[in-house]
């Protein structure tokens, strides 16, 4: 099968993401296991401090990164070449479009690999990029890229530098395989908004949930979020239950909604779902209404995607989102990549500095009705940026 032609493709609907998963990446099957949570003992003070924390991130973030000043209107001319981890997935999507703006903005061409998330695709993207010259090339959101090593390869021996953004916890080293084809990192706080999902179930159940964690353990973060999440009710909710279940990226679209199914019926007293990724939560609104437990099971989940604070304004099953700025993911990335294109020093553990903001009907309208990617954030990133890069020219 030959490879896509790299091409700027839009997906702005949700509609388009059932069929549009399907053979995004090598699959397993549906697998679950489960957990008693043995931690503290005073759930009143795991509820309080699961409260606590909420409280703390529902307010707009700072900017607080110090990189090296250096001037980015001196990538002009460059060719960026992005990979993304799939194309169907719209917060990914959305993500890699306020890069494209911001890359053009400042003068560089901007080359978005449309895929559906398989290595096969990932590695033709890199001989692409190779063939087309691309200064440097970035892999997005999630790409494996212990999967794709041999093209890794190939692009070191290019010349061309490779970034991988937003797929490594913060403070967590590249593998080691990696660590010599790779010039630089772009890291996320994974398990801080592991913890607050966890947190959000604590305070909501009052300490005595019973929950369905689901995760897609293919992709590279999705380990440390379900272990963040665990850790988090073992220490401040021993009264809670938990559960993991296994669904690829894949068959998300046929099988989150039949996995939520069984699991209702299997046990009346779940009342909370926790998809580790928020794209996943449409799946589970369905299973949760097919089930006829509206109003009865929620879920809460990470990312911010619109489509998702979208139910979350109308619905009564998704009941909180940990948002992150998808704009602000973009300005980390394009600083990473500036830094590696124009010899400036890297941000060499990959931490931007990236935060979170916890979405619940209280504030979810500030995203705007319909919701919007990256507004509700504030714009501190917008004017701590460019006092770092200096103006486009």
Same mark, same amino acid.
């Given at each position: 099968?030959? /490879? ?29 296991? /489960? ?110 890229? %212990? ?84 850790? %988090? ?28 199914? /069984? ?84 941000? %060499? ?45």
């Amino acid at each position: 099968m030959s /490879s896509p032609a790299p091409t700027r493709t839009r997906f702005a609907r949700p509609a388009i993401l059932a069929a549009a998963l399907s053979g995004v990446l090598v699959l397993s099957a549906c697998s679950a296991t /489960s957990t008693a949570s043995t931690g503290s003992k005073d759930d009143a003070a795991g509820v309080t401090h699961a409260t606590r924390q909420i409280t703390a991130a529902s307010v707009d973030p700072e900017f607080t990164f110090e990189g090296k000043p250096f001037d980015l209107s001196k990538i002009a001319g460059k060719t960026i070449f992005n990979i993304p981890n799939s194309s169907a997935v719209p917060f990914i999507v959305s993500v890699d479009e306020a890069g494209e703006a911001l890359a053009e903005r400042y003068g560089a061409k901007w080359i978005e690999y449309t895929n559906q998330g398989t290595p096969t695709e990932q590695s033709a993207g890199i001989d692409q990029a190779i063939s087309r010259k691309a200064d440097i090339i970035v892999l997005a959101q999630g790409v494996n890229g %212990e999967l794709i090593v041999p093209a890794l390869k190939r692009a070191k021996a290019a010349g061309i530098p490779v970034l991988v953004s937003h797929t490594y916890q913060t403070g967590q080293a590249l593998p080691s395989q990696l660590q010599p084809l790779v010039a630089a990192q772009v890291t996320a706080p994974f398990h801080e908004a592991a913890k607050l999902n966890a947190d959000w179930a604590i305070k909501e159940t009052k300490g005595t949930g019973d929950v369905l964690i689901i995760t897609s353990s293919e992709v590279p973060p999705s380990n440390g979020i379900v272990e963040a999440m665990q850790e %988090e009710f073992d220490q401040y909710c021993s009264g809670c239950t938990v559960k993991v279940t296994n669904v690829p990226v894949a068959d998300w679209a046929t099988k989150i909604s039949s996995t939520v199914q /069984s699991a209702i019926q299997s046990d009346p007293n779940l009342d909370y779902v926790l998809p580790i990724y928020d794209s996943m939560a449409l799946f589970v609104e369905a299973g949760v209404t097919a089930a006829g437990k509206t109003g009865q099971v929620h879920t809460s989940s990470y990312n911010g995607t619109p489509a998702v604070m979208k139910i979350l304004q109308q619905g009564n099953v998704m009941t909180m989102d940990i948002g992150e700025n998808m704009e602000w993911l973009a300005y980390a990335t394009i600083d990473q990549a500036g830094r590696v294109l124009t010899d400036t020093p890297i941000i %060499e553990d990959g931490d931007e500095q990236t935060p979170l903001k916890v979405f619940t009907k209280d504030n979810v309208d500030e995203t705007g009705t319909p919701p919007e990617p990256s507004k509700g954030y504030g714009d501190a990133y917008k004017t701590g940026y460019e006092k770092i890069w200096g103006p486009a020219k």
